[in-house]
């Protein structure tokens, strides 16, 4: 069976669990005790989302933003995570790292406005709260320092990136590259009262067939102190966690730090405190993020695995997985909300249960039985505004039927 990759699987069709009709709806009619999160994400890499070409004006730009938080507060979502930082770059006036190329077509051009100011500004004026999405480590999507902006602290610090998979990425074993890279995002949270850091599941990057990443010499200048490359590579994701969490707490204390991995951290074949699943890529073997210890030492405040399959799929069944993501969370405080792929409702090539526009709706009535799932964030904001099928618009039918704040 091939990887399960994150955001698009391609393994043949299996039937969606069955549910009985009216079940979502009589949830529905049941508001959840307390606050529930109710995000989207909105992308910016590769303009996935927003702004929809590069070279946009500013007026045009800021027009598209205002509507999808319009669109969010409209389908009474209460939370929009704006990814800020795509490629080691930025949407604000950073000190640190040029412009993003999302925005002008041209890394390091000023866009003439500042997105992220007046996303937390514009946000807050809807009741939405505003989480600043980062990438801590790749720098391009492609593996040419030469087309970086001249700026750019990879062209300064060549030693500092790695060249993998068609893409570049900083070298996460570097402790000067854990630091700058903390420094470049506390930046956002020092001049923008955002209500919360946001890292996704990109920490070493997804394995790619036949190839190695080269940290060779790094390995032997600091990992003298562990059993394995492994071991390494996984104590340098922790502390970049640990000290993320420090320094955001520094900066602004109240802001809070979230997490949305990919959603298997181990299969049970491998480790028994693991999930029942035969995923290809594995968290904590895979990208060195060991997601378990983050949520049950709470190291973060909240966690949104990305459970992007539809109840029943064999390899990584949504139902099961809720389950034990319930059980991790059980008893921490590290808040769970689950990550849902509404990009799949009614995309090509999925399996047969993203095409009933029910299916999306069905996991929030299921995951509504554990009460450790505090929420939902969808993927993404395009999709949201689009809803092909009208997958969110029966989620928001059958569960949002009136305003929820999110959690604190």
Do not use: C
Request: hydrophobic share 40%.
């Amino acid at each position: 069976m091939g990887q399960l990759a994150r955001r698009a699987f391609t393994l043949a069709a299996l039937s969606a669990l069955a549910t009985a009709p009216g079940a979502a709806a009589a949830v529905a009619g049941r508001p959840r005790a307390g606050a529930e999160m109710r995000g989207v994400w909105l992308a910016t890499v590769a303009n996935r989302d927003w702004p929809s070409r590069r070279g946009l004006t500013a007026a045009a730009q800021r027009r598209e933003l205002i509507a999808h938080l319009d669109t969010a507060h409209r389908d009474r979502l209460n939370t929009v995570v704006f990814q800020v930082r795509p490629t080691a770059d930025a949407l604000w006036p950073s000190p640190y790292e040029p412009w993003s190329e999302y925005l002008t077509g041209t890394q390091g051009r000023s866009p003439g406005w500042d997105p992220l100011g007046t996303a937390v500004q514009e946000a807050h004026a809807r009741g939405l709260q505003l989480h600043a999405w980062f990438n801590p480590y790749r720098i391009a999507n492609h593996t040419a320092l030469g087309r970086l902006a001249a700026s750019h602290p990879a062209r300064k610090h060549p030693d500092w990136a790695v060249p993998y998979g068609g893409k570049l990425y900083y070298n996460p074993g570097l402790p000067q590259v854990r630091a700058f890279v903390q420094k470049a995002m506390l930046d956002a949270v020092a001049k923008y009262p955002v209500d919360a850091v946001h890292f996704d599941d990109y920490f070493y990057p997804y394995p790619v067939a036949g190839q190695t990443f080269d940290d060779d010499d790094a390995y032997d200048r600091y990992g003298g102190d562990f059993g394995n490359r492994a071991a390494w590579r996984r104590d340098n994701i922790d502390k970049l966690v640990k000290e993320m969490a420090a320094g955001i707490k520094g900066v602004r204390p109240g802001t809070r730090f979230g997490v949305s991995p990919f959603g298997v951290w181990r299969n049970a074949a491998r480790d028994t405190r693991g999930s029942d699943t035969q995923a290809g890529v594995q968290t904590y073997d895979d990208l060195y993020a060991d997601t378990r210890t983050w949520v049950r030492g709470h190291w973060i405040d909240y966690i949104v695995p990305q459970l992007y399959w539809n109840i029943g799929f064999a390899a990584a069944d949504y139902a099961k997985l809720v389950d034990w993501w319930a059980a991790v969370a059980k008893g921490s405080r590290t808040q769970l909300y689950i990550g849902e792929a509404l990009y799949k409702a009614g995309a090509a090539g999925q399996p047969q249960a993203w095409r009933d526009p029910v299916e999306l709706s069905r996991h929030l009535t299921l995951a509504a039985r554990h009460p450790q799932v505090r929420g939902h964030v969808f993927f993404a904001a395009k999709d949201v505004a689009a809803d092909p099928i009208g997958a969110m618009s029966r989620v928001i039918a059958d569960h949002y039927g009136r305003s929820a704040k999110p959690p604190t």
